[in-house]
């Protein structure tokens, strides 16, 4: 089941009104005993000033206690950081889909576009990664075709100091 229907979307409003604050979310669909997640996102420093970052609320479907490993902005250089696992024997991991992040920021200038996913990870409670589809929705966008979809597969697990990542641009 994991893998073919397993996505990460990050999703859009189609314009941000520049000095607004705005929040984005980035959102996991069809996950089976999440575990931990790692993130990467640039972002043009010169537009965007990021306000905050913190976890969105699906991990916590588990019912197991959650560790944030790491929350970093660099604005000098235009590049979020963040990091969370999951802990337990217990209870399971998320199952569905929902919020894994949440960016507050600031545009100086209109964007359609303000933030890139350039690594990620998501590790099942078993410490096995969960391969996913990466979609970039522009508000209720319905259809994502091949061109805008690639295939991220990391290895190893979210916590190593190495990490290989492999992805095709349709």
């Known amino acids: 089941l994991e893998g073919d229907n397993t996505g990460v979307e990050l999703s859009f409003k189609e314009s941000v009104s520049v ?84 960016i507050r920021y600031q545009a100086k200038e209109n964007t359609s576009q303000p933030f890139e996913l350039i690594a990620g990870q998501l590790a099942r409670i078993d410490a096995k ?9 522009v508000q209720d966008l319905e259809d994502v075709n091949d061109e805008e979809t690639f295939i991220v597969s990391t290895r190893p697990n979210p916590f190593s100091e190495e990490m290989l990542i492999k992805y095709q641009v349709g």
């Open 19 to 102: 000095n607004d604050a705005t929040e984005i979310e980035i959102y996991v669909e069809n996950i089976h005993q999440l575990g931990a997640y790692e993130l990467a996102l640039a972002f043009d420093h010169q537009n965007i000033e990021v306000l905050s970052i913190e976890s969105g609320s699906f991990i916590e479907k588990g019912n197991r206690e959650t560790m944030e490993l790491q929350n970093s902005i660099d604005s000098k250089n235009g590049l979020i950081q963040y990091a969370l696992a999951s802990l337990g024997s217990s209870a399971n991991g998320a199952i569905g889909s929902g919020s894994i992040l949440k």
């Open 129 to 137: 990664v969960i391969d996913f589809k990466l979609k970039t929705n």
